[in-house]
């Protein structure tokens, strides 16, 4: 049976072509007998949060629009090894293969299914350093004084908040009233009627 093929192509600015990858990807399609359904292109860089093609691209593969997607480069789809796992999962889960020509990666045969499978693992190594870096970030700044989150709320706010609360205004009202956050509210709220025995 002929698999529906989508192609893949990216470049980081204007001035360069996605000409050579599309020629390239779309000889590889003929090779293996597939019919290219769709080409998607984007201008941006890997890290862009906007990139318009490849968002059409993943909206029809969710469509099933078609079976196989082929990308020049593992670069071309992502700067991240979370934000690829993240892509290639989705894929996976949707039934959709992947073709990465210039690293030989075919997730149709298994030394391709095993290798996203690794890239899984150190995408979780990767989020999990992340996490320790950041909170071993924060005890550093915690060491000098810093303060982590938010700031306390003003002491005027708070005791509006209790006013408010006095005359039987409801938690979500009184955020409302005072323009202030809802946890906010809701937290003075439960120490006013803990309180007063309410």
């Known amino acids: 049976m002929e698999r529906r093929a989508a192609i893949y192509a990216r470049v980081s600015t204007g001035g360069q072509s996605v000409d050579n990858q599309l020629i390239r990807l779309r000889e590889v399609a003929g090779r293996a007998g597939f019919r290219v359904v769709e080409e998607y292109v984007d201008t941006a860089s890997g890290a862009s949060p906007s990139r318009s093609g490849m968002e059409r691209m993943m909206a029809d593969a969710a469509r099933r629009r078609f079976d196989i997607l082929l990308a020049w480069d593992v670069s071309r789809l992502g700067r991240s090894l979370t934000q690829l796992v993240e892509l290639f999962d989705t894929l996976r889960s949707l039934g959709i293969d992947l073709i990465l020509e210039q690293q030989g990666v075919d997730t149709s045969t298994p030394a391709g299914r095993a290798l996203m499978q690794m890239s899984a693992v150190f995408a979780e190594f990767e989020r999990a350093m992340i996490v320790e870096r950041t909170k071993a ?62």
């Open 137 to 198: 970030g924060m005890e550093r700044a915690r060491a000098r004084g810093a303060r982590i989150g938010r700031p306390p709320a003003p002491d005027s706010v708070r005791q509006a908040i209790r006013a408010l609360r006095a005359k039987g205004l409801g938690m979500d009202r009184i955020a409302r009233e005072l323009r202030c956050g809802k946890g906010l509210s809701q937290e003075v709220c439960q120490q006013y009627d803990k309180e007063n025995g309410r």
